[in-house]
């Protein structure tokens, strides 16, 4: 495998379209041949509420419920989370020796994982060891200067911005 890679941060509020893309490019990678690993994580949305949380193993693409929303009726201003933390597990082993490859997303980062070391684990060392062409790591604006502090090197890709997507295609995906 060529020793050059990227990582690039994928910066987005909530709700944006950071794992549509993901997704998306995930799927074209494949279909170019391309080994990709990591997770997504989607919302499932039923009448206009989102109700759950999926997770999504990029090697095989196993999809399991990550969270879902409470039932109970009084909670629609603040909806409490219920976790599958055997979910949480699964999610550790699709970043567990994986070798290399050529795509690895991690769909998305948050506080739990960057700051109290928690959550998926395994992502942030997989990330770390730069086994692969590209990475790709999704997270909110608020965790940004974290995530740069960790990687110096990446590369920031705003989905507000069009001019940080076509830098990211040009750069990183010219054989997708």
């Given at each position: 495998?060529?020793?050059?890679?990227?990582?690039?941060?994928?910066?987005?509020?909530?709700?944006?379209?950071?794992?549509?893309?993901?997704?998306?490019?995930?799927?074209?990678?494949?279909?170019s041949g391309w080994k990709v690993a990591g997770v997504t994580m989607p919302s499932v949305i039923e009448n206009g509420v989102k109700t759950a949380v999926e997770l999504v193993d990029l090697r095989d693409d196993t999809t399991f419920v990550l969270m879902h929303r409470s039932v109970n009726p009084s909670d629609t201003e603040q909806?409490?989370?219920?976790?599958?933390?055997?979910?949480?597990?699964?999610?550790?082993?699709?970043?567990?020796?994986?070798?290399?490859?050529?795509?690895?997303?991690?769909?998305?980062?948050?506080a739990l994982e960057l700051v109290e070391?928690?959550?998926?684990?395994?992502?942030?060392?997989?990330?770390?060891?730069?086994?692969?062409?590209?990475?790709?790591?999704?997270?909110?604006?608020e965790l940004l200067e974290?995530?740069?502090?960790?990687?110096?090197?990446?590369?920031?890709?705003?989905?507000s911005d069009p001019t940080t997507l076509t830098d990211f295609v040009t750069n990183s995906t010219r054989t997708i």
């Open positions: 495998m060529d020793t050059k890679r990227s990582i690039w941060l994928l910066v987005g509020p909530r709700e944006c379209g950071k794992t549509t893309f993901c997704h998306r490019l995930a799927l074209e990678a494949k279909r909806p409490l989370w219920l976790k599958n933390y055997t979910t949480i597990l699964t999610a550790d082993r699709a970043f567990n020796g994986i070798g290399e490859i050529d795509l690895l997303i991690f769909d998305e980062l948050h070391g928690r959550g998926i684990k395994s992502a942030l060392p997989a990330m770390d060891a730069g086994k692969y062409r590209v990475g790709l790591v999704t997270l909110r604006p974290g995530a740069l502090a960790r990687w110096p090197e990446a590369k920031i890709l705003d989905l």
